[in-house]
């Protein structure tokens, strides 16, 4: 049903009465007694149409597409499943099964796996009942569809034969690029339950058993070992708190300075105190402690902020009613200029952490946080030079580095180096000299790599953490971004081709819209045939905010973005 685009005829937002009946309608069907939602939240209905022109309605809540209607018959979506996974009965199946159905076949009966802890003994299905589909390794379903078997038959079944599911919902297909396209939860709620379960269970048999050994006299012996250690500590205590809030003053001060040296830019002044402190000072403190400011002697950020304007190392000036904000930093104040910042999160943790961002799974790439690739030049080995190529086969693609690399080695070990000059034999000829030039006897070191390099064709890599490298023919692709007049000699800005750097269109476009304060459409390939790839249109000439927003955020770089002298040009000021 969803596995081809699909076209968004209308959106409406369900009114009170409306939502009950759904309510209703989703109790007497799917068999499942607890709320699917409040009253009070918001519920888009959303009628679409498929590439086959079948009308299907989707419900949408919290973001995401969570029930869908084909034919009067409502479904639950993955993104439902992922909060309440008991919502229909379960089927069980081995998790490369999923990359299949993902393609778009329905789950056969063989693929079905029967175990004595399975759904099938505690919750029956009877022919055409909604149910999900999981793995053997997850409870968290992964599809949907309708059973074409019941779980009695299914299970009485000598040679299993024939299809089980039809199914009309996976996991990575079109109904779950509408929503955020998060991935499955990582852990059962079963599994932690239990391991919740069994570690009460041992604290209080330990508890028990504890309680069993000790006699009176040791709970007598205990209770005055405590006296005594009641009344060490008092005398302790001023002692410790006042080292305590040294210790803090020392890290406040420490984390600031590191903040201010390493965090904070000139170009980024003003700032807002509360921002600063959150996003930077925080920021800046060491994984093994913990700042709390009401710790120190200051108790208050403001205060501290204070004796640092004393100290010359800040200005302060209220930038809006109630709010401070840090307008000016000296950078050559002596004390700044002597502070050693803190040692920042080392490199390898930082590339876990960009690795994290974007995973694949099931091979559907999911991004929880947009991290720029890496763009390089590559070329192609092709027949002609590939003789040349020791271990690597044709047409594959190689840096410019290893391309160096594997000439000069070949050049050596047939001895074909004259002090600044190489010998043409035979397949070095061929490889870089043309038809006509047979009179070419030796070329210099870099006449050699200049013609070799010419005749090769170019690809380009893009390599994305956590991801392999996307290797294409051709240059680089870019970003198009141009500027079209429409009606009444209303303008408006399209921007092309996100998908070449896995930018997500329905996100950049909601990002647009905060930006340039203009109305944004998303067109998809399926339903425009003049391109064949998302359009986003910005209504006026946004290429400014466009480019601010690719480079900016995107850190993608202007060499990539193609168009960005359609932008107004700026007004020159007379003198």
């Known amino acids: 049903m969803f596995q081809k685009p699909f076209k968004i005829k209308s959106q409406t937002i369900l009114r009170g009465s409306d939502k009950k009946k759904l309510q209703t309608r989703v109790k007497e069907q799917l068999k499942f007694d607890e709320g699917i939602f409040t009253n ?31 034919h009067e018959k409502i479904y639950p979506s993955v993104y439902l499943l992922w909060e309440m996974n008991k919502v229909v009965p379960r089927i069980k199946t081995h998790p490369n099964v999923i990359k299949i159905l993902i393609n778009g076949a329905d789950l056969m009966l063989p693929g079905m796996v029967v175990t004595e802890s399975e759904d099938y003994f505690q919750r029956s299905f009877n022919l055409g009942d909604v149910v999900s589909i999981t793995t053997t390794s997850s409870n968290w379903p992964l599809a949907v569809g309708n059973a074409l078997v019941t779980s009695q038959s299914f299970l009485e079944m000598g040679e299993r034969s024939g299809k089980g599911v039809n199914v009309v919902h996976v996991f990575g297909d079109h109904l779950w690029k509408m929503g955020e396209k998060t991935s499955p939860p ?29 006699t009176e006299p040791q709970q007598e012996e205990e209770a005055e070992e405590e006296e005594e250690e009641v009344e060490m500590t008092r005398e302790e205590m001023e002692l410790i708190a006042a080292n305590e809030k040294v210790l803090m003053d020392n890290l406040l001060h420490d984390c600031f300075m590191t903040a201010i040296k390493t965090k904070l830019k000139d170009k980024d002044l003003p700032v807002l105190t509360s921002n600063f402190y959150r996003n930077s000072v925080l920021a800046c403190c060491p994984e093994d402690k913990h700042l709390d400011v009401k710790k120190t002697s200051y108790k208050k950020f403001g205060v501290f902020l204070k004796k640092m304007v004393e100290m010359e190392v800040i200005r302060l000036k209220e930038i809006s009613k109630g709010s401070e904000g840090i307008t000016a930093v000296n950078r050559g104040n002596h004390i700044l200029r002597s502070f050693t ?11 876990e952490d960009v690795v994290a961002s974007t995973e694949v799974q099931y091979g559907i790439l999911i991004q929880n946080s947009y991290t720029p690739p890496e763009i390089s030049t590559l070329y192609r080995v092709t027949p002609q030079v590939h003789p040349i190529f020791q271990g690597v086969r044709k047409n594959c693609s190689l840096p410019l580095n290893e391309i160096r690399s594997q000439v000069t080695n070949y050049i050596t070990m047939n001895e074909l180096k004259r002090d600044q000059m190489v010998l043409m034999d035979p397949i070095l000829h061929r490889a870089v000299c043309g038809k006509d030039e047979g009179y070419i006897v030796q070329l210099p070191w870099d006449g050699v790599f200049k013609r070799l390099i010419s005749k090769l064709p170019t690809d380009h890599q893009l390599k994305f953490p956590g991801v392999a490298p996307i290797i294409g023919k051709g240059i680089p692709p870019t970003i198009d971004i141009s500027v079209e007049k429409r009606i009444n000699n209303k303008h408006i800005t399209l921007v092309k081709y996100l998908d070449k750097f896995l930018i997500n269109a329905q996100k950049f476009g ?18 425009d ?20 927003l690719l480079v900016d955020s995107y850190n993608i770089p202007r060499k990539y973005l193609n168009g960005l002298d359609n932008a107004i040009k700026k007004k020159k000021t007379k003198r």
């Open 510 to 527: 909601d990002e647009m819209k905060k930006l340039a304060q203009a109305s944004v459409v998303i067109t998809d390939p399926a339903t």
């Open 40 to 70: 009070k939240e918001e519920v888009k209905k959303v009628k679409i149409f498929s590439n086959r022109g079948d009308s299907c309605f989707v419900y949408c809540l919290r973001g995401n597409p969570m029930l869908f209607e084909i």
């Open 529 to 548: 045939s003049k391109h064949n790839t998302q359009v986003v249109q910005i209504q006026g000439n946004q290429v400014r905010n466009v480019e601010k």
């Open 186 to 214: 990582k852990q059962d709620e079963e599994d932690e339950d239990e391991q919740v379960c069994l570690e009460v269970g041992e604290m209080t048999l330990n508890e028990n058993e504890d309680t069993n050994e000790t």
């Open 341 to 351: 910042p803190l040692s920042c999160p080392t490199a390898d943790k930082m590339e």
